[in-house]
């Protein structure tokens, strides 16, 4: 049970709001690394095109999906009409003079070799065939053009993730990319919502089919023409200070997680007894691979964790005070 929030002042929220725009300048990389990154990508293609001739390397995630960090890694999926072995893959970049650490991971879902830019310090994997990942890299693209405020938010999410220690899959909590369904879940739930449902969009009477891996990864992406093919378009006029607050409140205090799914390709609620996914209590599903929870490898201690988090977010988050500490030490003088 949640203490109640005392009431909120327009002078906190207005702080509430600068906090939020504040992240996203801080941390949006520049033009000049996006074009490193992409620089990087080319000069390791033609590198591993020594070995495998019709090898094609492309960028995905967050160097892509418009919510990157300085420092993210570089997720790189690696196609192309020829056979690629991980091993062999991995042994071919050790002899690349610019990388260290190359480390191939045969065990997971995705096999990856890992690696580490010397130069630029940059961290970044190359997974194979994972065609999905630039599919839904592309659909989250497509909800960061709609609106700045979601940019900004996920932004918001992924600091606040980073900070409270909840955002690392690899230790046994969530990927950013779970994060930002989530927050993208909540923006298209909130009344009017600031997103549409991207995926539930189209003209022909039946979803059209656009099949990867058995999948159906269609969605809208005309942007251009999205004032006129949603209603809702431009209807919401809240702040990004007050979305922040209001993602805390709507996953401490409206949304159900023993119930319901955090689901961002229908509008409609959709069960976890839909989707006999009951015994986990956070349950974030994949907008393509239908079979994918995301939080499928939470722990009962992580899940109880990270809804702390949360809970604590919107306390302070939501509980105006009259004098602010300092944002960084220089402000102190
Ligand atoms: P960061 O800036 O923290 O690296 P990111 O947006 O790149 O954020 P990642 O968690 O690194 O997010 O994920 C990169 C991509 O990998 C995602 O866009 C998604 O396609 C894929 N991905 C990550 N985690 C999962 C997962 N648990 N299941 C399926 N795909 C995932
Ligand atoms: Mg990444």
Known sequence: DLDPLPPMTPEFLSVLNKVCEQCYTDFAPDELEVSVREHILRDL???VRRQFPGARLQLFGSSKNGFGFRQSDLDICMDGN??????????QLKKHPGLKNILPITTAKVPIVKFYHIRTGLEGDISLYNTLALHNTRLLASYAAIDRRVKIL???????????DIGDASRGSLSSYAYTLMVLFFLQQRSPPVIPVLQEIYDAKKKPQVLVDGWNVYFFHDLKTLPSCWPQYAK??????ELWLGLLRFYTEDFDFREHVVCIRQHSRLTT???QWTSKYIVI??????NHNLGAGLSRKMTNFIMKAFINGRTVFGT????FPPLYPSQME
């Open 45 to 47: 293609e033609s590198f």
């Open 82 to 91: 020829c056979i690629i072995i991980i091993e062999s893959l991995a042994r």
């Open 154 to 164: 996920c932004y918001v999410m992924k600091v606040f993730a980073k900070m409270c």
């Open 236 to 241: 919401n006029t809240e702040t990004v200070g």
């Open 273 to 275: 007894f839909n989707k």
């Open 285 to 290: 599903e994949d907008p393509f691979d239908l």
């Open 320 to 323: 105006p005070i009259k004098v």
